[in-house]
């Protein structure tokens, strides 16, 4: 947490030093007691240039005292609430002296809703790896998913499938799947099976079984799925047959 903290009596070129390093585009400003003080933003830094400050200025005349912030003890609810703002990036947790004791970014907190990791302000939130928001999203030749849950025991998807497109023939050897249509019509191939899907349907994969969805119309396909097992790689893939070539 050293890396996001400037002392009040530290020089902006200090701070900018700082900003370059942790990539986050955010300090948070401390007294000589570890009191909470307010926050420093590159758009704080520019406005003060702007100002005539020089990089020798002192920090304390530069950062911002109208911050918002959370205590250890604040509720889900209010991090929420918070994080609504489009202004708000970061949240300092300061204890019930006021001293500074973590930090979330919202970032963050999409990562700890989407691995659903209990919510607990002093969790280390720096341990997250936050490209794992940058992946959520996958294309593919049929269309593309956005995971929504990635737990070590479930992991759920929404799926689009393009118009007049279709997933391989496949089979899963680790994991059942739940699928249920959300908009479109389409086919799905269960086994020997042939099922007529539409908004509503659902449709269960077991473990084994071979299946395909195929989206028959010139609109999106979009179903959600939920997988349950003991392993989600997208290597745990036994293809058929693939309309794009696949292996």
């Not at 890396?3 to 020089?11: A, R, Y």
């Not at 004791?101 to 936050?130: A, C, G, P």
């Not at 928001?133 to 479930?154: M, Q």
Request: one cysteine or more.
């Amino acid at each position: 947490m050293n890396s996001i903290i400037i002392m009040h009596n530290d020089t902006i070129k200090t701070a900018l030093e700082k900003l370059q390093k942790n990539k986050k585009r955010f300090l948070i400003c401390l007294d000589d007691k570890k009191y909470l003080l307010g926050v420093v933003t590159d758009g704080d830094i520019r406005r003060a240039f702007l100002n005539s400050f020089t990089l020798e200025d002192k920090i304390d005349n530069v950062y911002c005292h109208d911050f918002q912030y959370l205590y250890l003890t604040s509720s889900f609810s209010e991090v929420c609430e918070k994080f609504k703002s489009e202004k708000i990036d970061f949240l300092p947790i300061i204890n019930k002296d006021k001293k500074l004791v973590n930090i979330i970014t919202k970032r963050q907190f999409h990562i700890m809703l989407l691995e659903n990791i209990d919510f607990n302000l002093s969790y280390d939130f720096s341990q997250f790896n936050e490209n794992t928001l940058e992946h959520e999203i996958y294309n593919r030749p049929w269309g593309f998913y956005k995971s929504t849950i990635l737990t070590p025991d479930a992991q759920s998807k929404i799926i689009i499938v393009f118009p007049h497109s279709e997933l391989s023939f496949q089979k899963h050897a680790k994991r059942d799947e739940h699928w249920i249509i959300i908009k479109g019509k389409g086919k799905v191939i269960l086994g020997e099976e042939e099922i007529r899907v539409s908004p509503g349907k659902y449709v269960y994969i077991p473990k084994e079984c071979k299946h395909q969805i195929i989206n028959e119309s010139s609109e999106n396909l979009i179903f959600s799925e939920v997988q349950l097992g003991e392993y989600f790689g997208e290597d745990d893939i036994i293809r058929y047959r693939d309309k794009y070539g696949r292996k």
